[in-house]
């Protein structure tokens, strides 16, 4: 299979398409014909060894840690999915994998993909829109009635932490540059604050 792999920190300059065996699945596994990959900023900061003293890949290492794709094969304990399942999840930090044609991931960080969204679409939903609920529901506790102002609106946590605000029954405010003022509001924010 070809997959992008770093051999060292640096710049993109590290990034180098190659071909790799496929992986293959573990037990509790899904292994996922990647259609597309998200790109997020935990991926450049592996690259540049920014995060090396709390996580050291083994080298060729594939970054990419948001995928959507379909089903190939499945571990024995991950009957839930079928070969050919639209699925949307992320692969483990450490084992990496997203930016290749196929990666694994444990069945319990996959899902089934919306039809409504595009491959592409999915590819952008776990990290950022895992945060963004880890943040506001489990560690912020917010609930109907409760007020919480979102920084950063616009960016990739943030666009999904206003409407995650907004379904927990949140007043929403968010803070956003002047060009996307439209976009915030077009999302439920209350007030939008430039």
């Keep these: 299979m070809k997959a992008i792999v770093i051999d060292g920190y640096g710049g993109v300059d590290q990034l180098q398409l190659r071909e790799l065996p496929a992986p293959r699945p573990q037990a509790d596994e899904v292994l996922v014909r990647v259609r597309a990959a998200g790109v997020n900023p935990v991926d450049w900061k592996i690259r540049q060894g920014q995060l090396r003293f709390i996580l050291r890949p083994k ?21 839930e999915f079928k070969t050919g399942d639209p699925v949307v999840g992320f692969v483990e930090f450490k084992r990496g994998g997203g930016y290749a044609e196929m990666a694994v991931a444990k069945k319990t960080a996959i899902a089934l993909k919306s039809p409504s ?23 912020g506790k917010l609930s109907k009635g409760t007020n919480a102002l979102i920084l950063g609106r616009a960016g990739g946590v943030g666009h999904f932490a206003v409407q995650i605000a907004k379904a927990l029954g949140a007043k929403t405010s968010a803070t956003c540059g002047p060009s996307n003022i439209e976009f915030v509001q077009s999302l439920g924010a209350d007030p939008v604050i430039d």
């Design 117 to 139: 969204l595009s491959f592409i679409e999915a590819a952008a939903l776990p990290i950022a829109g895992c945060t963004a609920v880890q943040a506001l529901r489990d560690l």
């Design 59 to 79: 080298v060729p290492f594939v970054p990419g840690g948001d995928i959507a794709g379909e089903v190939v094969s499945t571990g024995p304990e991950a009957t």
